[in-house]
Every structure is written in C-alpha cells, then in structure tokens.
C-alpha cells in the first residue's frame, strides 16, 4: 500500500511538472465544449434558392413569397433564365432550384392539378434533403391556403378520418448543444482515459526508465495501479470540469441521477485505462502509441454513434459498435442528462460495462510484461 | 547537393527499417477509410419505435405495417400506457413514439375524426423533423389511398437531386476522411520525428554538419512527403473502386492539389516541432490541437455556414476546409481550374506562411 502510495505521489508530481500536460487536462475540456458546443449543429437555415418563375402569375409570386419569408430559405435568384440553374449551382451561388412552370395558375384552376420542380445540390445528402422537406412543408402549407380560400367546405371525405399530432419530448429548446456537449464530453475522457494512459508506460520503456523500476522490488501490479489510478482521478476531474462548464454556460440540462452518471464514467474509466494498457503493451515508441491509440480514438468517435446514428450503419458495423465501450458512456450520458434516468433504468450499460472491464484489464495483464 | 542527398537517403533508411511504423503508417489509413466510408452515415435507417396501440384493429395494424416496411423505422417494443412509454424512452435510444387512440376502424368507417400522436425525441432536432416527417408522409399516403375522391387543386412536387441522385452519403464523407486522414498522418509524423531529434540530442549533432538547418529540415520531410503521397493514391484508389466515387474532373489536378494539401499540412507538422521540446508535447499538440478542429469545422460533419461567425473565421484559417471544397469540386461536379483557381492561392500562400514562420522560428531556437 505504501508502494502504491510513493508511486502515485511519484506519478502525479511528474504531470504536474509536465508543462505539456497541464494544458490538456485543464484547458482542453473547457476548449472542447465550447468549440463543439457551437460547431455542432445541423440546424439547417438560410439556403439559397433560385426560383424560376416562368408563370409570373399572381399564385406564382404568392408562393415566392411564402418561400422567401422562411427563415430557412433565402432567394438569391428570382428571374425566368432557366438556363442558368446549372451554373449557379456549380458555382456554388445557390443550393436549390426550385422550378414554377408556365401554366402553373391556370391548370390549378381549370384542371385542379399542377406541378412544380425542385432540384438541390445533393453533394451534402443530409442538406438536400432537409431543404426538400422544407420546401415540400411551405408549398403544402400554400396549397392547403388556396383549396381553402377557392372553396371554404371541402367535404371530410376528401380530407381524410386521420389527423397527425406531432409532439416532441426531452428537448423542448432544440438545441443541439445538449446533443452532442454530452458525446464530446464522453469522447473528452477516452482521450485521457487511453490516449494519455498508454504514452505514460511507452515513455518509460522508450526513455528506458522502466529498466530501472525494474530493478527495485515494486511489484508489477503495483507499476500499473501507480500508473492508472492519476488517470482515473483526472478522468473523473474533467467529466465533472465540463458538465459544471456546459451547465453554467449553456444550461445543459442534468434531469437524471447523477450518482449514476458519475459511477458509470469511473466504470467506464476502468474499461478505458485497461485498454489504454492493452494498447501500451504493442508499442516500443511514443510514436507507434500515438498512432494507435490515434486510429482507435478515431473510430470510437466516428463510430459511437457521436455524430451520427448507429442504427443507420450497416448490420456489421452496428456488431462492431456493441464492442465499442465509447458508444455506451454516450449513451448513458445522453439517457441521464436529457431523458432523466437513473440506476434502475441503465442497469443493463452497467452490467456490459463490468464486462468490459474484466476482459480489457485480463487482456491488458495477459499480455503486459514488466521486463522490456 | 552530395551531402544533402546522403541526408535524405540515411532519413529514408531510418523509416524503412521501423516494420511496425511503416505498417501502422499504410494499414491505419487503408483500414481508417473502409470503416467510415462503409459506417459513417447521416441517412436514417430501422430507428426504434415504441408503439402504443390503444386501438389495435385494422387500421392501426395496417399504418404499422405501413411504418415498418418502409425501411425508415423498426419497432422496439409494444407497450400499453404512456408511463411505460416514458420509461422506455429512458432506457435506451428510442427514437420515436406512436400513440393510437381508440376505435379508428369506427372513425374510418363512419366519417369521424381520430388523432394519431407521434411523439419524436428531441435530444437530436434534425432526426426528429426528418423522422416526424417520414411518418406524417407514410401516414398521409395510407390515408390517400383509402380515400375515394382525389383532393381538389393539388399541386405536385417533383424533386430531382444533382450531382448525387442517390443521394450517398460517400459522397461527404469520403473527401472528408482524406481530408482529415492526410492532415493528421502528414502533420503528425513530421512534428514528432523532429521533435524526437530534439529530445534525445541528435539534433545538435546535425546542426554542426555542413548542411544548413533549412535544408536539414526539408531532407527530413522529402521522404514522409513521398509517404504520403502514395498514402493519398492508395485512399483514391479506394475511393473509385470500393466506394465509386466519381473521378469527374481531371485527375492530374487533382494529385497536384493533394500534393500541395501535404505541404500545408507539413509545413503545419514543422511549425509544431519548433514550438516544442519533446515528442509527447508534439504528439498532444497534433492530436488534440488538430484532429479536434479538423474533424469539427472542416466541412466534413456540420455545415460551416450554420456556424457562428467567430467559428467561420477559425475555419477559415483551417487549410482543411479549402481542401475539402476542392476535392469535391474536382471529383464531383468536374470543375477545372478556372473555377478553383481561389481554393489553390489560399492553400498555397498558407503553406508559405506556415513554411517562414517555422524556418525563422527554427533558426532562432537552436542558433
């Protein structure tokens, strides 16, 4: 016990001197939140529209107007050259076409139906189709307008028996910094958890320092837990550093129990750090750690669900996702922060966890060798 | 030029004989681009629904049926009141809730009213609109069809989608996995092997050689340039034949353009090692100080222009960003030059900068 505790005394006054760490434990949760908070957002406003008109009818400019007066549309272009259409969406002038054809007004009336054209730059697929169910919900809307103004009763047979109410739960701001503040935040501690735990070893074996622990009578398990346990403490530390942060500057909402969110992060700092170990037994140089521990960040933050939906990945992927602990802390983070769980409702994250605990510390033993 | 080329020729040998670097140098980007080529998608697939059916007659059964064959949502479970609707909510990532209300085949029948909710998550606005969306549509064509008579004055929108029908999400994110994957490999090598020849010393012993520290420098990054570069043919390749990706533009302009992005991001990787003294603070630096900000404001996942202004302004500052507006320009709407001819000023000139500041900075540190 008093090894470990020389050891940890040993550790922590090495980062404290470590002008290079110092920084990145404090600052870079504090940077992290605030640069995502505001980067992350897939609100999509202000596209820019070309409409050509080549009705120039009184419905026409009607439904111009309906268009340009969303805030998510801005009409740059309002002319007849269809021609044009290709160009400016080349030059990257406009992100959407939308095409009112002659005759729009007249068969509206005589033949009860018209038609009109909508093209958008589909290089962003989200983009594109967000902007298309915008403009298909505006001239929708138009439509209901006009059928109501030209004939005030429609029989309810035509209208239809069903009526759909949309209701939103859990984010009545919209916002995505309660989205993704809480992902960031779970991807913040994997940094430290494995990325910073794994160079520690390696520069002890790289400079050759370990020969020298080799030598004295500190026991091999007590080498690790004097390694981890600053890690697990700074983990914790910066878990809490950017909650606090995001509540106070943006509000982030903490509906559920925290106790809970904080005991899933240390069990989760486990599973992480026994990886960070498992990662430091392939490395002989700071340079190989770093880019492994480099290529598994980034698929834990690509593919755990972060920014994008896991159950849109294809069916390999998704079996992929489930041995991704990152994936799980996100998840939890999310279910505690917005929809208020608790213990009772994420005992089954806390029993997968405990799983990856035991298998990436045993791994990580099975495969650590004291003598270099 | 003798010594100079003895130079290069002893930095080659040294990355040539580290296996293990030079594997995890190919293996990870080749590996890195099939995974999120294949699993990074923004496109909504089978997301989970919780369904509360107080009905439960033919109407409800067939607008279910209707949801689930779809391909957009998949059912996750079955439950009988709103508070075990909240409870599912709270135990996993549900997605969105349908409510039912009772006797629909008798609203149906009759010339009633019945209100189906959907009640969609909120945590993450856009999947909800798109979700809430999806399902109005599905719900709203079943109701077409059981119609007699058409709707009166109805206008018909026809959408056509350019440059990518498909409507891929290949086509953002593969740019943006090279983008990001030459940035890191380039920056992050050249800042640790010189900053490695600072900590342990022998950076001293090739100041007092006959070449000159600028010529220094750039011997030690011609081979990882060259490393690079066939990193950069190898993601390309991928790109065409696993992802088909289009090569629309012409090829050669768009090597050029890769091969300048690898000078900006090399000239990133010396300035960083001419600020630092160890490998360590090095490897932080790059990993923290720009894969963070290069995978955020790159283009690559959110738009740039939904940023606030003072992030548009960072990005602006991120070679990253042009480089991703090039490469799509090129591959995918086959611009040439005259159209780009901006992109490629502004990467070049911050190469230059980049390239001044750190050869000064450098001569100063060790002079």
Request: charged share 15%; aromatic share 10%.
């Amino acid at each position: 016990m008093r090894t470990i505790q020389l050891l940890l005394q040993k550790e922590f006054l090495q980062i404290i001197r470590n002008k290079a760490m110092l920084p990145i434990i404090f600052v870079m949760p504090i940077m992290q939140t605030m640069i995502l908070a505001f980067a992350a957002n897939y609100e999509i406003n202000n596209l820019r529209l070309h409409i050509v008109d080549r009705d120039r009818s009184a419905f026409s400019r009607q439904l111009t107007q309906q268009l340009d007066a969303s805030e998510r549309f801005v009409v740059v272009y309002y002319d007849n050259a269809a021609h044009l259409a290709a160009q400016h969406m080349q030059a990257d002038e406009t992100d959407m076409t939308i095409e009112i054809p002659v005759g729009f007004e007249k068969d509206l009336v005589s033949l009860q139906n018209t038609q009109v054209y909508l093209g958008a730059n589909a290089i962003n697929s989200v983009k594109a189709g967000v902007g298309m169910n915008y403009a298909a919900s505006i001239i929708a809307d138009y439509n209901t307008n006009i059928r109501l103004r030209s004939m005030p009763i429609v029989p309810a047979v035509q209208t239809g028996f069903l009526e759909i109410a949309p209701t939103e739960w859990f984010n009545p701001s919209r916002s995505y910094k309660n989205f993704f503040v809480p992902g960031i935040l779970a991807v913040l501690i994997t940094v430290i958890g494995s990325m910073l735990a794994s160079l520690n070893i390696v520069r002890e074996r790289e400079l050759g320092t370990i020969e020298q622990l080799n030598v004295t009578p500190i026991h091999r398990y007590q080498f690790i837990i004097g390694k981890l346990i600053p890690f697990w403490i700074i983990g914790l530390f910066d878990l809490a550093l950017g909650l606090g942060f995001a509540k106070l500057v943006f509000g982030l909402p903490t509906a559920g129990n925290m106790l809970a969110l904080f005991s899933f992060a240390g069990l989760f700092l486990l599973a992480i750090l026994g990886f960070g170990l498992f990662l430091s037994t392939f490395s002989e140089t700071q340079q190989q750690a770093m880019f492994i521990s480099w290529f598994f960040m980034l698929v834990f933050l690509l593919m755990g669900g972060v920014f994008t939906p896991i159950e849109s990945m294809p069916q390999w992927a998704q079996v992929l996702t489930w041995l991704n602990p990152v994936s799980y802390m996100v998840q939890v983070l999310r279910l505690v922060l917005l929809k208020g769980s608790g213990f009772t409702d994420l005992w089954p994250f806390f029993f997968k966890m405990t799983g990856f605990v035991i298998a990436l510390n045993a791994f990580a033993m099975l495969n650590y060798r004291k003598t270099t | 030029m003798k010594p100079f080329l003895a130079f290069v020729k002893k930095e080659l040998f040294h990355i040539l004989r580290d296996r293990r670097t030079l594997l995890i140098l190919f293996g990870l980007p080749v590996i890195q681009i099939i995974l999120f080529g294949f699993a990074i998608t923004n496109e909504i697939r089978d997301a989970q629904i919780v369904v509360l059916d107080r009905a439960n007659d033919q109407t409800s059964q067939e607008v279910i049926q209707r949801l689930t064959s779809s391909g957009y949502f998949k059912i996750n479970q079955h439950v009988q009141t709103q508070t075990e609707m909240e409870a599912a909510f709270r135990r996993g990532d549900i997605k969105m809730g349908i409510v039912f209300p009772p006797l629909l085949n008798d609203a149906r029948m009759h010339g009633g009213k019945a209100q189906i909710q959907i009640i969609a998550d909120a945590s993450d606005p856009n999947t909800a609109n798109t979700l809430t969306a999806y399902a109005s549509a599905i719900i709203r064509s079943y109701q077409l069809e059981k119609n007699t008579a058409p709707l009166p004055m109805t206008i018909q929108v026809e959408n056509r989608m350019t440059y990518n029908p498909e409507m891929r999400g290949v086509y953002m994110f593969v740019p943006g996995v090279i983008t990001l994957i030459l940035m890191l490999v380039s920056a992050m090598l050249t800042s640790i092997t010189i900053a490695r020849e600072k900590e342990t010393g022998t950076m001293e012993i090739l100041l007092v050689s006959p070449l000159n520290p600028p010529l220094i420098i750039v011997g030690k990054v011609i081979p990882y340039m060259a490393l690079s570069f066939i990193n950069t043919l190898t993601i390309l390749w991928l790109a065409k034949f696993v992802f088909g990706m289009p090569f629309n533009g012409s090829l050669s302009l768009l090597l050029v353009i890769c091969l300048l992005y690898i000078f900006t991001a090399l000239a990133l990787g010396i300035l960083i090692s001419t600020k630092v003294k160890t490998m360590q603070a090095a490897m932080m630096i790059s990993a923290t100080g720009l894969m963070m900000p290069t995978v955020l404001l790159s283009g690559f996942i959110f738009p740039i222009e939904s940023m606030p202004l003072p992030l548009q302004m960072v990005a602006n500052l991120l070679p990253a960003k042009w480089f991703n507006i090039v490469i799509k320009d090129i591959m995918i709407k086959g611009v040439g030059l005259a159209f780009i001819w901006k992109y490629v000023i502004i990467l070049a000139g911050m190469t230059i900068v980049l390239l001044t500041i750190s050869i000064r900075n450098f001569k100063s540190r060790l002079a």
